[in-house]
């Protein structure tokens, strides 16, 4: 494997220019969060991180230039700082801001759309070395915001931005079987609302956030909280757990059982809002997620909850749904109408595959779109009929990268060569 580290869009471009003079391929790579191949290099990788810069705030239009290789928590802190925030983030900001808005990755909120959504425009090297600035009010701006990493390296990406807040966060417990039937209700019942289920449990944890001007409860100065999380559950409570689970499935359900009521923390807690949005970063864990118009949400739930009985399949970690707001972007999972997300988590442990693959067997039918961002083996001729602008981002692609070199095995896969 070859990796490239330029300093500057110079540097950049002529790696680029050299790539395509070579017929050689190239994958810009972020964080290295996804759970897909979409970020996987075939023989040549690039990484922004020894391009250092600073995100810069526009006060007036509320908008932040950042660096395409920030990582989103850095990007959250100099916010912070200056007394703004994104208006929706991730649970994870782990990643580079290029790669979250590739993915479509998002948040809860069917006031909010996903990351990409805050993208006013986007600066890049092209397939050819050229640069290319896509503003607000180009026709190309909703194909490039979820760029899959197939137009193009992005270098800058501009993204509207809201005052600093705080965020009341309460967790309501209900049986799981009501969750199907009133997904819709729950969805609008605050601002953000997301719904975990570990399962086999009894009860799911509906979770909200509302604004608020409380005092604060939960401090970014206070790390105790976050530490305990990161340093003792995720790296030796759960770890432990998870391998007994491995080595005796059957007490998978038991034991979620027990960490269903204490598993999110506090209750009740109030904190600045992109600090209560996102969760300690997990164990490692494996992931799939499908989205949905929200009017097939009670079907699909209810489709997975069927899955489960008797103790099996042995999903150790939760079942996780989310609403997004729709949009227009081409390539985006929310496009053309709200959405529903749900997302299957588990350790590498004997149920992995067969609860994948069972899960897809329930969205499959319901026309889910998978996330890019997590695993998926749809190829181009099942994703086509997913998305009513797949042959005009085919277009733009070829456009602006003719040779697709930024391309790779699995975008060839996903998009078709």
Same mark, same amino acid.
């Given at each position: 494997?070859? +990796? ?24 810009? @790579?972020?964080?290295?969060?996804? &759970? ?8 040549? !990788?690039?990484?922004?991180?020894? +391009? ?43 990643? $580079? ?5 590739? %993915?479509?990755?998002?948040? $809860? #909120? ?15 090297? %092209?397939?050819?070395?050229? @640069? ?26 501009? /993204? ?6 705080? *965020? ?16 819709? #209700? ?10 975990? +289920?570990? =399962? ?12 608020? %001007?409380? =005092?604060? %409860? ?8 976050? +530490? ?20 005796? =499935? ?6 979620? !059982? ?45 489709? @997975?909850?069927?899955? &489960? ?30 959405? &529903? ?8 442990? =004997? ?7 069972? &899960? ?5 039918? *319901? ?12 190829? !181009? ?18 456009? @602006? ?13 996903? /998009?078709?060569?």
């Amino acid at each position: 494997m070859r +990796w490239y580290l330029p300093t500057s869009e110079t540097d950049l471009r002529r790696v680029v220019e050299d790539a395509a003079n070579r017929g050689r391929r190239l994958r810009i @790579v972020g964080a290295g969060h996804s &759970f897909s191949r979409i970020a996987v290099p075939d023989t040549e !990788a690039v990484s922004l991180d020894a +391009w250092a810069g600073a995100a810069l705030i526009d006060r007036e239009r509320g908008v932040v230039t950042v660096p395409a290789g920030m990582r989103l928590r850095e990007l959250s802190a100099v916010l912070q700082r200056d007394g703004f925030a994104l208006p929706i983030v991730g649970s994870i900001q782990a990643q $580079s801001v290029a790669g979250a808005i590739a %993915t479509g990755t998002h948040g $809860s #909120s069917l006031q909010h759309g996903n990351i990409a959504s805050l993208v006013t425009g986007l600066r890049m090297v %092209t397939g050819t070395g050229a @640069v290319l600035v896509i503003g607000d009010g180009d026709a190309r701006l909703d194909g490039a915001r979820v760029h899959l990493g197939a137009l193009g390296a992005v270098t800058e990406v501009m /993204l509207r931005i809201i005052p600093a807040g705080r *965020l009341h966060q309460t967790i309501e417990h209900i049986p799981i079987e009501e969750v199907p039937g009133t997904l819709a #209700s729950l969805a609008s019942s605050a601002e953000y609302v997301k719904v975990w +289920w570990l =399962p086999h449990a009894p009860l799911a944890q509906v979770v909200r956030y509302a604004r608020t %001007t409380a =005092p604060l %409860t939960r401090r970014p100065s206070a790390a105790t909280r976050r +530490w305990i999380d990161e340093r003792i559950m995720h790296r030796w409570v759960f770890p432990a757990a998870v391998e007994l689970q491995h080595r005796r =499935p059957a007490l998978t359900a038991g034991i979620n !059982a027990r960490l269903s009521r204490v598993y999110l923390g506090a209750a009740s807690q109030v904190g600045q809002d992109m600090l209560m949005l996102n969760t300690p970063l997990p164990m490692r864990h494996r992931e799939t997620e499908a989205a949905l118009a929200m009017t097939k949400a009670g079907e699909a739930l209810q489709g @997975v909850l069927d899955l &489960f009985h008797d103790g099996r399949p042995a999903a150790n970690f939760p079942l996780e749904i989310r609403f997004v707001r729709g949009d227009d972007m081409w390539m985006s999972p929310a496009q053309g109408a709200d959405t &529903f997300h749900i997302g299957a988590y588990i350790t590498d442990g =004997p149920d992995r595959r067969d609860y994948f693959e069972r &899960f897809w067997q329930v969205m499959r039918p *319901l026309a889910a779109r998978p996330h890019w961002g997590k695993e998926f083996d749809h190829d !181009a001729a099942e994703l086509r009929p997913l998305y009513p602008n797949f042959d005009r981002f085919l277009d733009l692609r070829d456009a @602006v990268d003719p040779q697709h070199v930024f391309g790779s095995d699995t975008h060839t896969r996903m /998009l078709g060569d």
